[in-house]
């Protein structure tokens, strides 16, 4: 544990210098977001029945803050990874510590959890002033949101520590996260998809992540009960972290 403490406070030194430029956006991009989708082209969504339960805005936004939380994780675990093995090698003078490849992961992932918490914070109380907040349990979306952002971030790690270019991100990015992104549900309900499309949003760890800040937020049972959403996105978690923690050691032999 104190191996990865230690190698959570690299990280945590890093973003002290780092915070003050990412804090504006933090705010400034949901509340951009919301209006844009929420109100703008919520008007149109709400002027008709839609059959969403809830208006477009408060639906579409914890979708919004689960989408956020992807990115943030992503931002973190692809380039900024890579490069600690190839470019600033900073993963090698950890290693060359106490440290084990464990410890470097994890500390890692725990720096992720903390800016995926921050921007799910700053979400909430964006969220907050536009009354799209509808439940006591909103804030038990900081649960969804991170297990959301770990679920991609630690399959991540693993392939960053194996990839011989960061092109590869780029492939990711197109071919993965963004058609994620517009089909795992929070734009509009899976259900409407072609029966491949749609199982494919169901086994994508965004549309479980949805599904529960969707119910946090507007205090709503989700589908398929909390547990099973949760089990995938663990499921998720789990197995990245153990590809990532062999990748990084056998990284770190060569």
């Given at each position: 544990?104190t191996?990865?403490?230690?190698?959570?406070?690299?990280?945590?030194?890093y973003?002290?210098?780092l915070?003050r430029?990412?804090a504006?956006s933090?705010f400034?991009?949901?509340?951009m977001?919301?209006?844009?989708?929420?109100i703008?082209v919520?008007?149109?969504v709400?002027?008709?029945?839609s059959?969403?339960?809830?208006p477009?805005?408060?639906?579409?936004?914890?979708?919004?803050l689960?989408?956020?939380?992807?990115?943030?994780?992503?931002?973190?675990?692809?380039?900024?990874?890579?490069?600690?093995?190839?470019?600033?090698?900073?993963?090698?003078?950890?290693?060359?510590?106490?440290l084990t490849?464990?410890?470097?992961?994890?500390?890692?992932?725990?720096?992720?959890c903390?800016?995926?918490g921050?921007a799910?914070?700053a979400?909430?109380?964006v969220?907050?002033?536009?009354?799209a907040?509808?439940?006591?349990?909103?804030?038990?979306?900081?649960?969804?949101?991170?297990l959301?952002?770990?679920?991609?971030?630690?399959?991540?790690?693993?392939?960053a520590?194996?990839v011989?270019?960061?092109?590869?991100?780029?492939v990711?990015?197109?071919?993965v996260?963004?058609?994620?992104?517009?089909?795992?549900?929070?734009?509009?309900?899976?259900?409407?998809?072609?029966?491949?499309?749609r199982g494919?949003?169901?086994?994508s760890?965004?549309?479980?992540?949805?599904?529960?800040?969707?119910?946090a937020t507007?205090?709503?049972a989700?589908?398929?009960g909390?547990?099973?959403?949760?089990?995938?996105?663990?499921?998720?978690?789990?197995?990245?972290?153990?590809?990532?923690?062999?990748g990084?050691?056998?990284?770190?032999e060569?």
């Amino acid at each position: 544990m104190t191996g990865t403490i230690a190698a959570l406070e690299y990280h945590l030194a890093y973003y002290r210098r780092l915070w003050r430029s990412s804090a504006l956006s933090s705010f400034a991009q949901p509340a951009m977001f919301l209006v844009a989708m929420g109100i703008t082209v919520g008007g149109y969504v709400d002027a008709r029945p839609s059959g969403l339960g809830a208006p477009y805005l408060d639906w579409i936004g914890p979708g919004l803050l689960a989408s956020t939380a992807l990115q943030v994780a992503m931002n973190d675990a692809s380039w900024p990874v890579f490069s600690m093995f190839h470019w600033i090698r900073s993963y090698h003078a950890m290693r060359a510590t106490p440290l084990t490849a464990g410890d470097i992961v994890r500390g890692h992932l725990l720096y992720v959890c903390l800016r995926v918490g921050l921007a799910t914070a700053a979400f909430l109380l964006v969220l907050l002033p536009f009354g799209a907040l509808h439940s006591w349990w909103a804030p038990a979306a900081f649960g969804p949101a991170i297990l959301t952002g770990l679920a991609f971030a630690a399959p991540t790690f693993a392939l960053a520590a194996k990839v011989p270019s960061d092109g590869y991100f780029a492939v990711l990015f197109r071919l993965v996260v963004v058609p994620m992104s517009l089909f795992a549900g929070v734009f509009f309900p899976v259900e409407g998809l072609p029966p491949v499309v749609r199982g494919l949003a169901y086994v994508s760890p965004l549309w479980h992540g949805v599904e529960l800040c969707r119910a946090a937020t507007l205090g709503t049972a989700p589908a398929w009960g909390v547990w099973p959403h949760v089990a995938v996105l663990l499921a998720f978690v789990g197995a990245g972290y153990l590809l990532a923690v062999r990748g990084f050691a056998r990284r770190l032999e060569d």
